[in-house]
């Protein structure tokens, strides 16, 4: 499952972009696809990735524990 960082997140719109340690684009996120307490910038996440036509979307987006 791929892992990335929250890099930005519009709680009003309920989405946001992840950044993933691979090149390429950062992937869409939809608060209907994750638990918005998790949707936090900094916040490392693993996800299911999905394309679609305007690229990429994470899915089932679940918080990665630090520890």
Aim: glycine share 10%; net charge negative.
């Amino acid at each position: 499952m791929p892992t990335g960082t929250v890099r930005f997140y519009n709680p009003k719109e309920g989405d946001g972009f992840i950044s993933r340690p691979e090149p390429g684009r950062d992937v869409f996120v939809h608060i209907r696809d994750s638990d918005a307490s998790i949707l936090k910038e900094g916040v490392t996440v693993s996800f299911e990735l999905a394309f679609g036509d305007r690229g990429p979307r994470a899915l089932a987006v679940e918080r990665v524990d630090s520890t």
